[in-house]
């Protein structure tokens, strides 16, 4: 998938608050329903992570390329605590940008990102292709099985950078919040 695939239209107001290379659009199919809609990186490539991986340009383009179904959003990495699905993921020159929307726009997981309590993004993988060296793993090519919102991400910069807010009675959005890189 290319980064042009990825991005749809977040409004004016909010553009300024995200960094260039993200800017994109919010597909057309993805409004007009309650569901509220996330975007941002759950990764972010040649920075080491809390572990000391540190992820390869290139590295989900197989598991994205073979991927048939949609990942789901889980709550914290939590499988039984599905909070929604990722409509779309695909790698850029910064990192994994997903787009997801999430279910209960009235629910737990949604009121706290609106708060701005949570704002982290991670995933759940399987390194398939990895070195060791002296600052850590290095991942060239890894199995993407989700993407969580969680509180404390391993890799500080894996945050959502964008938050729609649900449309009602298929009316636009009554409004957006931005989330700074």
């Not at 909070?83 to 949604?110: H, K, Y």
Request: proline share 7%; glycine share 12%.
């Amino acid at each position: 998938m290319t980064p042009e695939q990825v991005r749809g239209d977040i409004p004016e107001q909010v553009r300024g608050d995200i960094p260039e290379q993200v800017r994109g659009d919010i597909p057309e199919q993805v409004r007009g329903d309650r569901r509220l809609r996330i975007a941002g990186y759950a990764a972010l490539f040649d920075r080491p992570d809390g572990a000391r991986d540190t992820i390869r340009p290139g590295a989900f383009t197989r598991t994205l390329a073979e991927r048939e179904g949609r990942f789901p959003l889980y709550w914290q990495h939590r499988p039984e605590r599905r909070i929604g699905w990722v409509e779309m993921a695909g790698e850029d020159g910064r990192g994994l940008r997903i787009i997801a929307s999430i279910d209960n726009p009235d629910g737990r997981a949604a009121m706290l990102l609106r708060r701005r309590a949570v704002s982290g993004l991670s995933f759940g993988y399987r390194a398939r292709a990895y070195r060791h060296t002296p600052q850590g793993r290095e991942l060239a090519e890894i199995d993407l099985f989700e993407v969580s919102v969680v509180t404390h991400p391993l890799q500080h910069g894996a945050r959502v950078h964008f938050l729609s807010a649900p449309s009602n009675a298929g009316r636009e959005p009554s409004g957006s919040l931005g989330f700074a890189a």
